[in-house]
């Protein structure tokens, strides 16, 4: 090795040992929301609520935008072969999810077609009518932020640049909308913990006895109580008296007859309590446990930021996995080669060409 190339490889392993490295729990990649909604049934349910109709038979249709890398959209299918129904959960409030909604559905609808037909043909090429739905979940300090109803729309139009007087009467509307149907089921800190302590739900809610009601009373649920244990002083949110932690909270919807199939098994809660809270999911575990586990995310986290650092840096891959197996020479080699591939991407086969 020249003095370039151990220069070059000492900075890159000065900038590998300042990383700070985020514990992210890498096993909990499919959401609740998924999970809710895994089974046909419960597809065929939402479908059925969505459109109004009885639908009787869905399938299926993930897909993944270019834009948005390897994510996909939280769910989609095909009802009855007519409609392509894209639905999506949001735990934080943005007006840009129809610009989102028009990239899934863009990419959605090009798969259920023949490219080459679409391009070329002098025939009409018929698509399935798209309906785009989002879940909104969250907790909000005041009612002022809250909607005054739960469903509403929001549309691509309303981050068009608004019209100058120069255009003003003379165009009246876009060529391009997208619609977005939305299930806003946000509460205030206050509705939350009355519904914690005595099973009592907004007014605004009670017309929506459906999963999506009770994966936004889950969710809710888990992010107040996992508030109210970290809360310390600052006294924002007051422990719900009849629980103290988020697998208590578990338990209190399952007596509630709230997913009671999902919740009574052990896996599905570990998942639930580690996409909302990490802390309960230790908890939930057992600390012995919680702790071994977090030793393991925190290892594959910095693998990914040091296979990261390398590609950033237009290193090849084996160098990567070099540095890898040094730095932890017990690694399992399958997961160096996944995360590597999954950063790499088509260079990773390149290198091993």
């Excluded at 559905?105 to 077609?113: E, F, P, S, W, Y």
């Excluded at 970290?230 to 997913?259: C, H, T, W």
């Excluded at 309960?280 to 995310?297: I, N």
Aim: proline content about 3%; charged content about 30%.
């Amino acid at each position: 090795m020249d003095t370039n190339e151990k220069l070059r490889s000492q900075q890159l392993s000065d900038i590998i040992e300042s990383q700070e490295v985020v514990p992210v729990n890498r096993k909990a990649k499919d959401t609740f929301f998924k999970t809710v909604y895994a089974t046909e049934k419960r597809q065929r349910e939402l479908a059925s609520f969505l459109l109004g109709v009885d639908v009787e038979k869905v399938i299926t249709a993930n897909i993944r935008p270019v834009l948005f890398g390897n994510r996909e959209n939280d769910l989609a299918f095909t009802c009855d072969d007519v409609f392509y129904t894209m639905t999506e959960c949001q735990a934080k409030v943005s007006p840009n999810v129809p610009y989102r909604l028009l990239e899934y559905i863009t990419a959605g609808l090009r798969t259920m077609v023949n490219s080459e037909k679409l391009l070329y043909s002098s025939s009409r090429v018929y698509f399935p009518i798209p309906k785009l739905y989002v879940l909104q979940v969250g907790l909000e300090r005041t009612e002022n932020k809250l909607p005054a109803q739960v469903m509403y729309d929001i549309r691509l139009s309303d981050s068009y640049v608004p019209l100058g007087e120069k255009y003003e009467g003379k165009v009246t509307r876009t060529d391009l909308e997208m619609v977005v149907h939305v299930y806003d089921f946000r509460m205030t800190y206050g509705e939350m913990l009355v519904y914690i302590e005595q099973e009592r739900l907004p007014d605004r809610f009670t017309q929506y006895d459906n999963d999506m009601r009770n994966y936004a009373l889950t969710a809710n649920g888990i992010t107040y109580v996992q508030r109210a244990v970290k809360d310390g002083e600052q006294k924002q949110y007051i422990m719900p008296k009849n629980i103290q932690n988020v697998a208590e909270y578990l338990q209190l919807l399952r007596s509630r007859n709230i997913f009671v199939d999902l919740l009574s098994n052990k896996e599905v809660c570990d998942m639930t309590m580690a996409q909302f809270s990490r802390d309960d999911m230790l908890m939930y575990q057992g600390r012995e446990e919680g702790r071994e586990e977090g030793r393991e995310e925190e290892r594959e986290e910095s693998i990914k930021n040091i296979v990261e650092i390398y590609h950033k840096f237009q290193q090849p891959s084996e160098a990567a996995k070099r540095e890898i197996t040094d730095k932890y020479p017990d690694v399992d080699e399958a997961l160096v080669d996944t995360i590597i591939a999954e950063v790499y991407g088509l260079q990773l086969i390149n290198d091993k060409a």
